[in-house]
């Protein structure tokens, strides 16, 4: 079992900065993908960042340039600095990790950008 801890989020104005973390702990295997989503109320949940263990990261056309992860714990740990936030960022962000044919999720952390 591997459980997801989440952290940052909050209420930021626009064009404001946030920092999400997300935590793996648990049984972890080596060969993974940890990714961010988000859902905003009404609207399907839609992939913001996936990382594999490779090294390899994709981003979503919407916050590319302005979101960037980062890694800590041997790439355990997921980091997501937002910047120049939009009120269209407004969602519940939720963290995703992959370890063979199990999807992981985190309990998901709000960011709302508003003025």
């Known amino acids: 079992q591997v459980q997801l801890v989440e952290s940052g989020g909050g209420w930021v104005q626009p064009g404001g900065s946030l920092r999400l973390s997300c935590a793996a702990s648990?049984?972890?295997?080596?060969?993974?993908?940890m990714a961010w989503w988000r859902q905003a109320p009404g609207k399907n949940r839609e992939l913001v960042v996936i990382?594999?263990?490779?090294?390899?990261?994709d981003y979503a056309d919407s916050v590319k340039g302005r979101f960037t992860i980062s890694t800590e714990n041997a790439g355990n740990t997921l980091n997501l600095q937002m910047d120049s936030l939009k009120p269209e960022d407004t969602a519940v962000y939720y963290c995703?990790?992959?370890?063979?044919?199990?999807?992981?999720w985190g309990q998901g952390t709000q960011v709302t950008v508003s003025s």
């Open positions: 995703q990790r992959v370890q063979g044919a199990i999807r992981y």
């Open positions: 648990g049984k972890l295997f080596s060969a993974n993908t």
């Open positions: 990382r594999s263990s490779f090294g390899t990261t």
